[in-house]
């Protein structure tokens, strides 16, 4: 027993814990500034377009031409929709991390919430001809234990994004498999899929892929990192696979709750 070197060890625990914590808030800091500069970005692109749209309308130069007139209304309006996704969405991530939503856990069956997401959707997906097709034993119950309406809202974004990314006259297969004390809810679509390198990173706040932003699929690249967050906040998992040109899978769990 050596007090001294007991000393020490005791001086050189708490400078690494204190190392630790300080690294923990610069990487903190660092990401809220990155966080900022990656808003005022995405709200800065369509901003700027619409105001172009709008200067180019008022100075009258296409006045003859009433077609790109209306082209260029239409492209006006479909940025401020993105701005309206970006904040909706901006406030769901902020609600979410500040922990000011909290979740209202009660036992439901996840099938009947299926249907209904399905029947929500089915109208858009018709729009570009895609079939939601529910799979699985879904005559029968089954129960988990979850907050239903964020629950409804992960499989909403999971289905929406299937019928924005998947391919016309596509289908997205939505089914449930029962694991030991969990339920696995997959998204299945035929869609263009998502090439290997940027798998890791959709779930990513801001992340687009180059191909959604070039076809102007409309989005805020939010929807997947507050289903990410929804999952987790139930100590849930969620997790992606995909095959370019083949289609991609989203799946994550649930709690299993009793028959009864
Ligand atoms: P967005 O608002 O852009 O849809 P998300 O966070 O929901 O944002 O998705 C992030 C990006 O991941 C999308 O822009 C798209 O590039 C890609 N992505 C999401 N779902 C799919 C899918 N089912 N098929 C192909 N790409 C997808």
């Known amino acids: 027993d050596d007090p001294i070197a007991d000393a020490e060890r005791e001086v050189r625990d708490w400078a690494k814990q204190k190392a630790s914590e300080i690294h923990t808030l610069q ?10 500069s990656n808003i005022s970005h995405e709200f800065k692109t369509p901003l700027f377009a619409t105001q172009g749209y709008i200067e180019t309308l008022q100075d009258g130069l296409i006045d ?7 082209n260029f209304l239409d492209k006006a309006s479909r940025n401020i929709d993105r701005l309206g996704y970006l904040i909706h969405d901006l406030d769901e991530i902020s609600k979410l991390e500040t922990g000011t939503v909290s979740l209202i856990i009660e036992r439901f069956d996840i099938h009947a919430l299926i249907k209904e997401c399905i029947e929500d959707l089915e109208s858009k997906a018709e729009k570009s001809n895609i079939k939601l097709v529910f799979k699985g034993k879904s005559t029968q119950p089954l129960f988990v234990k979850a907050d239903r309406k964020r629950i409804q809202q992960v499989l909403v974004n999971l289905i929406d994004n299937s019928i924005k990314y998947g391919k016309q006259s596509g289908k997205t297969t939505i089914s449930t498999f029962s694991l030991f004390d969990q339920i ?4 299945t679509d035929d869609g263009y899929g998502i090439e290997e390198k940027n798998l890791p990173r959709v779930f ?10 070039s ?13 990410k ?3 987790e906040a139930h100590q849930q998992n ?4 995909s095959t370019e040109g083949i289609g991609t899978t989203f799946g994550f769990t649930l709690a299993r709750a009793s028959a009864h």
């Open 215 to 227: 076809r102007d699929i409309g989005g805020s690249g939010l929807g997947l990192s507050i289903v």
């Open 204 to 213: 990513e706040r801001f992340f687009r892929t180059d191909k959604s932003r």
């Open 184 to 187: 696995l809810v997959e998204v």
């Open 64 to 70: 003859e031409d009433p077609d790109l007139a209306k």
């Open 229 to 231: 967050h929804i999952v």
């Open 27 to 36: 990487e903190q800091a660092q990401f809220r500034k990155e966080f900022l």
């Open 238 to 241: 969620v997790n992606v696979r």
